[in-house]
């Protein structure tokens, strides 16, 4: 859930930070030969980079919370998809200290938030290659125009990294759009007496010198870069397995730790069955949940980074609520699992998780379906613009998305039936499991269920700019 959404990062360039300076790489000047400095998205024209796709990323970084320096190791095993002369990173901020690809140094320049990278020797179209960047400094907060914040969060204790839509740039370099999907070991070094979680699977706590201690995380299954997080501080952690035989580990900032929160995190079991119920099998090897108390500044957001979404105890308690939870945790499947293809395919992540939340209060003896999809009709925020076409960046998470974007979910259900519908929303996330899917390939999906033209009902609901007369 993000309610409000940044459009772009700002562009940082640091004088001084350069390799090379004063290196022009221009390649070969054959521009087939220079990866591109995004992959063209509508909305997010820089985001990601054209080239090459990561299979895995190794992050390797020590934090000091007194200071706010961040040194890092990143470590890219990436497939080129043309010859390259030239690839591009994202990074905003920070200073790099050395690149290499296959081992030989490479030569840098920086553009904006782009990094860009001249192997010694061109890479071959289907070449394998590792690329290895050295690099420290603050990294930094990232805010955008419509004043909210992404990247990298100093809290009083440690740090908290939040990346959607493009804050992972803020604290390690990669390919940073939702299309290039990759496997993660996130280690993170800090003082002892902190703790530092990220996504996927604690693999490997080990102290480091006399005064650290050293968390190596694991993520096997696929991550998009805007659902990496890294919460560094004071946590009480509890490890568990559900009745489902799902291991949790829930960090939670002992100051956010109020009745409520806890009352809602203990449910997590319970929502997650009840979600496999509606969703099929949890995509992922493990659960749970990270509340992160931020002493200054504020979040403003609960956002679904993968395996354990992070829930900012920013604001009067409770930290978590139940409704928010069950938001969240959907997404693990709508969002996490199925990847947007691009950010203008947003609303295939907050419509589901919208629905999921009509259909939780239902459950729960509170507004019914209908009520809830009442409600968004009536709301005039939630016909700004159609769900499937933002505007610009800065509307990519705006109501339309959220609200309108489970009107899309509600008419279906109607259309369809609700044993169709109830098919549907398991075999969606089946068919694109760890994949990326559009809103093309989804309404392509539902035309499996049902002999009827489908297409009236998305013009009006999907893409229509009027509101119907009624719902
Ligand atoms: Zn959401």
Redesign the pocket.
């Known amino acids: ?2 309610l409000r959404l940044p459009p772009r990062a700002v562009p940082l360039l640091l004088a001084g930070c350069l390799l090379a300076c004063g290196v022009s790489c221009t390649g070969t000047g054959d521009p087939s030969a220079t990866g591109a400095p995004g992959v063209g998205d509508r909305l997010f024209p820089d985001a990601g980079n054209g080239g090459y796709d990561v299979g895995h990323y190794t992050l390797d970084l020590d934090y000091d919370p007194a200071s706010g320096q961040l040194r890092g190791t990143a470590v890219l095993t990436a497939t080129a998809d043309r010859q390259l002369d030239r690839f591009d990173l994202d990074l905003a901020g920070l200073t790099v200290r050395r690149v290499t690809v296959d081992g030989a140094t490479a030569r840098t320049s920086r553009k904006g938030d782009e990094l860009r990278v001249s192997p010694a020797h061109p890479l071959r179209p289907g070449a394998r290659f590792t690329t290895t960047v050295a690099y420290q400094g603050a990294p930094r907060l990232l805010t955008d125009p419509d004043g909210s914040h992404e990247g990298w969060f100093r809290t009083d204790d440690g740090a908290l990294a939040l990346g959607e839509p493009v804050g992972s740039m803020a604290w390690f370099p990669g390919n940073d759009h939702p299309s290039d999907k990759a496997a993660y070991d996130i280690t993170v070094t800090v003082p002892r007496g902190l703790t530092a979680v990220s996504d996927g699977e604690l693999v490997a706590t080990r102290p480091v010198a006399d005064d650290r201690t050293s968390y190596h995380w694991r993520s096997t299954a696929p991550m998009a870069t805007y659902l990496a997080t890294v919460a560094i501080g004071h946590f009480d952690v509890t490890r568990s397995t559900t009745p489902d035989k799902l291991p949790l580990y829930v960090a939670v900032d002992p100051r956010s730790d109020d009745a409520a929160t806890a009352a809602a995190l203990a449910r997590i079991p319970e929502i997650l069955h009840w979600e496999q119920g509606l969703f099929g099998p949890y995509p992922f090897a493990s659960a749970g949940a990270i509340v992160d108390h931020l002493a200054r500044g504020r979040v403003g957001y ?3 980074t993968q395996n354990r979404p992070v829930f900012p105890g920013d604001g009067p308690p409770p930290a978590v609520d139940t409704t928010t939870l069950v ?2 945790l ?2 693990q499947w709508f ?1 996490d699992s199925v990847t947007p293809a691009a950010w203008q395919d947003m609303w295939l ?2 419509g589901f ?2 629905f999921t939340e009509w259909l939780w209060k239902q459950h729960e003896g509170g507004p019914s379906l209908d009520a809830s999809a009442a409600s968004a009709f009536a709301s005039d925020a939630d016909w700004a613009f159609p769900p499937a076409s933002p505007p610009h960046a800065a509307a990519v ?1 705006a109501a339309p998305v ?1 609200g309108r974007g489970a009107l899309v979910l509600y008419e279906l259900r109607r259309t369809l039936g609700a044993p169709a519908f109830d098919r549907l929303l398991k075999q969606w996330p089946a068919a694109h499991r760890h994949g990326n899917a559009s809103t093309a390939d989804f309404t392509a999906f539902c035309a499996r269920f049902t002999s009827r033209d489908l297409r009236p009902l998305f013009a009006t609901w999907l893409y229509g700019t009027a509101r119907p007369a009624r719902l």
């Open positions: 859930m993000r609960a956002l679904e938001h969240e959907s997404h969002g992540n907050e998780a919208t998470s959220y």
